[in-house]
């Protein structure tokens, strides 16, 4: 479960694998049962209790097999199925619906990751992707464009059946003008796959994004910390990366107003070299608290749960940097007492901390 979540956070606070509410992932943690991501949650939500639906196998595998929907129109197709989805015979007390692309999870292995990486879209949505694809990489299985739902499950299930026999169970299929799948047994050669492609298949499409993989640098390193996996944000808003760029040392002020503290930490955390953990280890034993903000090289990362709390984030300290720079040397910040409160510190053991 853990690296099923894991897995799917970092891929979700990934702008450059995955936008707004797209993506999903699944893990088999029986063979007759499955947990996938569910309809209209994003998967940088998805948490220890929440933001996935354990269905049923069999009653999936068995609706590919459905021979009589292949006679219906493609919409009541489709609503014909997502009846079946979200019937109790699918689905294991689930508050939520699962998402639309359950079939395809369903016929994969244990886990899987379904990511939509600007890289990969930009060439699957080329008039020549099936080559360029092809010659990216060879053992892919390339799915003509369907919609998601049945339709991609079927095109897919076809394309594997047409595939020459894999040397290894890791599966990996390009979707034209839709995206990536990643499928097998382990949690990290699905992400390391996932990554390699996105990587190589940049330079084809002539786009720098690797900004957003230090950001999955960041995350990675918070999360091995210790707790719940976290996700990274890259900061983009100009007036506060003007700010940092002329008075960097604002960032590691103390709040001047409590909605700073509650958001974004006592202070942020700046990391010259992310191959050297010592500093955010040193935040953490110092505070009892990962970092929320990280300076790395004049780039700004938020930290946090999800995107949402991200982006909450970035106002507030947005709001933070241009009242400390108007302020200057005058700047009046909270006194410890009302720091060690509302952040939950005991006053003494803060105040050795500063």
């Keep these: 479960m853990h690296n099923f979540l894991r897995m799917s956070k970092a891929a979700g606070g ?13 893990f088999k943690p029986t063979p007759s049962t ?118 991609l499950a079927l095109a897919m299930r076809q394309a594997r059946e047409a595939a020459a026999p894999k040397a290894h169970s890791t599966e990996v299929f390009f979707l034209q003008n839709h995206g990536l799948i990643v499928a097998g047994e382990k949690v990290e050669e699905l992400q390391k796959i996932t990554d390699r492609i996105s990587f190589q298949l940049e330079a084809v499409a002539g786009l720098d994004l690797s900004l957003y993989r230090l950001a999955g640098r960041v995350a990675e390193s918070i999360t091995n910390l210790g707790g719940e996996p976290v996700i990274c944000q890259v900061c983009r808003d100009k007036e506060i990366l003007d700010i940092v760029a002329r008075r960097p040392e604002l960032l590691i002020k103390r709040p001047i107003f409590p909605d700073q503290l509650v958001y974004n930490g006592i202070c ?62 005058e700047a009046q910040c909270l006194c ?17 901390k500063l």
């Design 14 to 26: 990934r702008f450059d694998l995955v936008q707004a509410g797209g993506g999903n992932s699944s």
């Design 268 to 329: 942020a955390t700046e990391v010259p070299d992310l191959d050297d953990t010592a500093p955010l280890q040193d935040y953490t034993e110092r505070f009892g608290k990962t970092p929320c903000v990280v300076l790395h090289v004049g780039h700004v990362f938020l930290i946090a749960p999800n995107i949402r709390k991200c982006q909450d984030m970035e106002s507030v300290l947005k709001a933070h940097l241009m009242a400390l720079e108007s302020l200057g040397p």
């Design 34 to 151: 499955m947990l996938i991501k569910a309809s209209g949650t994003s998967l940088s939500d998805m948490t220890t209790g929440s933001g996935y639906v354990e269905v049923f196998l069999p009653p999936l595998l068995e609706l590919l097999e459905d021979q009589t929907l292949a006679q219906l129109e493609r919409r009541e197709r489709d609503q014909k199925v997502a009846q079946r989805l979200g019937a109790a015979m699918t689905t294991v007390d689930a508050p939520a619906r699962p998402s639309i692309e359950t079939l395809m999870h369903a016929m994969l292995g244990t886990y899987v990751l379904h990511t939509h990486p600007i890289a990969v879209t930009t060439v699957a949505c080329h008039p020549s992707w099936r080559n360029i694809l092809a010659s990216s990489w060879p053992e892919a299985m390339l799915v003509p464009y369907c919609t998601p739902g049945l339709d």
């Design 336 to 352: 410890d007492e009302e720091l060690a409160y509302l952040g939950d510190y005991e006053l003494e053991k803060y105040r050795k």
